[in-house]
């Protein structure tokens, strides 16, 4: 499918000559190369969950479905700048019992999707952890070959808005496909 | 599985296809490639050439040419990514519409026939910054949209 290497080929490389090989590395972001040509394999899958999921669409998972063998991790993030604000404005009990009930419903929830993605033959771990959303689901996609995440990830549901800028931010900086819904 | 892969003819583009082959090959899934050629675009071109080049006078005629080629080019690159599905045994099919891209591609997306959305990352820019259709559109599409990079 090499479509612009073949175009650059037919149009260009007469007039081009010798510039050529300069030509197709100076143009490399606009072509797809050879090595970028084979088909992708998805062996290990990053799937955070908040209470934004609802559920999970049979779509995603008739999608997984055609990741065979992959190993899913379904991660539950509590933030904890919200622990820590309530810490500071409630006080250290109710702190406490805010994270005890995100633990909680976190469980609840991985408990919920693991059956499903188990039934289609994935290998499935769960994660439970507190910290910054937008930042660990960036720095645990790194080792990861796909992300799945909800369009309102981190983010309360509102009318006005259709994906959540945590979901936004973390499209724009991770290396990996995303998936959202 | 139908799944609707949005081609604008860019590297990105590209990738998402092959993204949505390798999901397609194990189930009896069908891949639709989707482009939509925008006449404003064409539009653009033309203007910020002629104003470069002084002959503003040439600005309908040089539209006219740029259309033709990105219609002729985007055939061009459906018919081979086309080509390139059924070779490795995915069942696909072309489809080219003119008009808003963004419009166009909302409606096609959200139309109820599709089950995921691939589309690229990046537009015909390069990888400066992220798409601004993705970021226009990726939140109104109903399926689960896959953006590959």
């Known amino acids: 499918m090499g479509i612009f290497s073949t175009i650059i080929s037919r149009k260009f490389k007469n007039i081009a000559g010798t510039r050529y090989e300069r030509i197709l590395k100076d ?8 090595e970028e040509l084979s088909l992708p394999v998805i062996k290990s899958i990053l799937m955070p969950v908040d209470r934004s999921t ?12 055609a990741c065979e063998d992959a190993e899913v991790t379904v991660v539950y993030i509590m933030s904890e700048d919200a622990c820590e604000l309530i810490r500071q404005t409630l006080g250290e009990k109710a ?3 805010f994270r005890l009930k995100q633990e909680e419903s976190g469980r609840a929830l991985l408990e919920s999707i693991t059956p499903s993605l188990e039934r289609l033959g994935l290998k499935v771990r769960t994660r439970m952890l507190l910290g910054n959303k937008s930042e660990d689901v960036i720095r645990l996609s790194r080792e990861k070959d796909l992300l799945v995440i909800p369009k309102l990830y981190g983010s309360e549901i509102t009318k006005t808005t259709s994906i959540s800028p945590v979901v936004m931010k973390i499209v724009q900086h991770v290396s990996i496909p995303v998936i959202v819904y | 599985m139908r ?25 009896k899934s069908k891949i639709i490639l989707f482009s939509v050629l925008d006449r404003k675009e064409a539009k653009a071109i033309a203007f910020s050439m002629t104003m470069r080049s002084d002959k503003l006078e040439e600005m309908e005629r040089f539209e006219e040419q740029v259309w033709k080629e990105m219609k002729k080019s985007v055939k061009e690159i459906m018919t081979d ?17 003119e008009g808003n891209a963004k419009e166009k591609i909302l409606s096609e997306a959200n139309s109820g026939k599709y089950s995921l959305v ?6 015909k820019s390069g990888k400066t910054r992220i798409g601004s259709l993705l970021e226009e559109v990726v939140g109104l599409i109903k399926p689960p949209t896959m953006i590959v990079r």
Not at chain 1, 27 to 34: A, G, M, V, W
Not at chain 2, 3 to 27: C, F, N, P, T, Y
Request: net charge positive; glycine share 6%.
């Open chain 2, 81 to 97: 990514m086309l080509k390139f599905c059924h070779e490795r045994g995915v069942n696909c099919s072309i489809k080219i519409t």
């Open chain 1, 95 to 97: 702190s406490r019992e």
């Open chain 1, 27 to 34: 143009y490399k972001e606009f072509f797809l190369t050879k």
């Open chain 2, 3 to 27: 799944i609707l892969v949005l081609v604008d003819g860019s590297k990105w583009s590209q990738k998402a296809a092959l993204h949505a082959i390798a999901l397609a090959r194990k189930e």
């Open chain 1, 54 to 65: 609802r559920k999970v669409p049979e779509e995603i998972y008739e999608a997984l479905s």
């Open chain 2, 118 to 123: 691939v589309m690229g990352a990046y537009g």
